[in-house]
């Protein structure tokens, strides 16, 4: 699934390689995104709830 990474100031395409804890984790990149319950997004673990995020593209629209 195409994703955003969301990085202060900037923001760069990546793909989800897996899909873990039932839907709350997914791995980008080699990174480890958790679901975070105070926002509902997910964001990189180790980092803040306003840390680097990512940004999930509807169904049937293509990130570019």
Do not use: C, I, K, Q
């Amino acid at each position: 699934m195409p994703v955003l990474v969301e990085h202060l100031g900037s923001v760069e395409p990546a793909v989800v390689s897996a899909v873990e804890d039932e839907g709350r984790a997914l791995v980008v990149g080699g990174d480890r995104y958790t679901l975070r319950r105070l926002n509902g997004r997910f964001v990189r673990d180790g980092e803040p709830y306003y840390g680097v995020r990512l940004v999930l593209s509807p169904p049937g629209t293509e990130v570019r």
